[in-house]
């Protein structure tokens, strides 16, 4: 079957993103719903990928401001338990990387990273600029990839 990725528009791709979402941080690693949902949606650019008509990985970004600098930053990246070490990830990040290489609004991307994927994102070119730190009760280092 092919992985396809597009840009999620549809209130019904959304939606399945914010299942597939719910799937693995509330339902698998135990987020608080409130912490998982938390407003920033309509803000975001949401991604899909699918497997033939099976959802099997979403992620959202945005175009955020520190300090003068500009970057987008890549947050919610998930992929169903049983279709992780398939390339879904490193497919959906590669599809946000080019996005955003085309949108040309910033050479920086930055994302939050769980540490235990850390050796995934590197091999993706990102690299730890920050300390670690608890988010939702995961610990975190925020990563970064200059385009």
Known sequence: ???????????????????????????EQGV???E?????????????ARLGSVPAGAARYRYLQDGG??????????????LR???????VIGFIVEQVREEKR???IRLGAQTHALAFYRKLGFREYAEEYDDAGIPHKDMQLNL
């Open 1 to 27: 079957m092919q992985l396809d990725i597009a840009l999620a528009t549809d209130p019904r791709d959304i939606g399945t993103c914010m299942a597939l979402r719910r799937a693995v941080f509330v339902d």
């Open 32 to 34: 608080a719903e409130h």
């Open 36 to 48: 998982e949902a938390d407003g920033e949606d309509d803000d975001c650019t949401h991604v899909l």
């Open 69 to 82: 600098k500009h970057y987008a930053k890549i947050q919610r990246v998930c992929v169903p338990e049983g």
């Open 85 to 91: 070490g398939h390339g879904v990830g490193v497919a």
């Open 106 to 108: 910033t050479r920086i």
